[in-house]
């Protein structure tokens, strides 16, 4: 199974500073024969359940701010939020979906500093 | 809209069993693979089992195979999940989810439902 790893556990970032959350897998989510990372990003505020941010690792879904971007290949991949906001406070999941198990990181929980 | 609406938990005995439905509108449904995932109450996301379109490929995790059976109908709009054998351990909050492929994102989420095994 190819586990995912997030770093940090938690993070406290100022409004409208920049966060940045990274995942590590420990095998390659890059499919050479489309040249896609097989790698998504879900925010999960509390008492909801998770919502779509990012997929094929840099892909933005329709409606997310474009304060949220995507980046990285291979086995190393990060969320960055450029000018975090007030209603970014969550906890961000990764998760890869190159075969199953389709598994999590542990998520990120980001506060307000 | 796409609504993802799950029912079917509440509270049964270890051993027991449980089936729980996943309604769909707003999309589609027969163009989406399916999946469920599961979260204990305050920790990670943890996927269980995804069925392919038209319901003949089924994968589960290992924790659950062998005792949940994955399940759709197409011409009601329903995604189901049977439970059997239920453990401690398999309490959690249970998600629907969607993805338009195989092995692609998951966009659409239902509101979960939880699943309280104990005695």
């Known amino acids: 199974d190819i586990v995912m790893t997030q770093s940090p556990d938690s993070l406290a970032v100022s409004l409208g500073e920049r966060a940045t959350i990274n995942c590590k897998s420990s095998q390659n989510v890059l499919y050479s024969s489309n040249n896609k990372n097989y790698l998504a990003w879900y925010q999960q505020k509390p008492g909801q359940p998770p919502k779509l941010l990012i997929y094929w690792a840099s892909t933005r879904e329709s409606g997310v701010p474009d304060r949220f971007s995507g980046s990285g290949s291979g086995t190393d991949f990060t969320l960055t939020i450029s000018s975090l906001q007030a209603e970014d406070v969550a906890v961000y999941y990764c998760?890869?979906?190159?075969?199953?198990?389709?598994?999590f990181g542990q998520g990120t929980r980001l506060e307000i500093e | 809209e796409v609504q993802l609406v799950e029912s079917g938990g509440g509270l049964v005995q270890p051993g027991g069993s449980l089936r729980l439905s996943c309604a769909a509108s707003g999309f589609t449904f027969s163009s989406y693979c399916m999946h469920w995932v599961r979260q204990v109450p305050g920790k990670g996301l943890v996927w269980v089992s995804r069925i392919n379109r038209d319901g003949s490929s089924t994968t589960y995790a290992d924790s659950v195979r062998g005792r949940f059976t994955i399940s759709r109908d197409n011409a009601k709009n329903t995604l189901y999940l049977e439970m059997n054998s239920l453990r401690a351990e398999d309490t959690a909050v249970y998600y629907c989810?969607?993805?338009?492929?195989?092995?692609?994102?998951?966009?659409?989420w239902g509101q979960g439902n939880l699943v309280t095994v104990s005695s």
């Open positions: 989810a969607s993805g338009k492929g195989a092995n692609v994102h998951f966009d659409y």
């Open positions: 998760q890869h979906y190159y075969s199953t198990p389709f598994t």
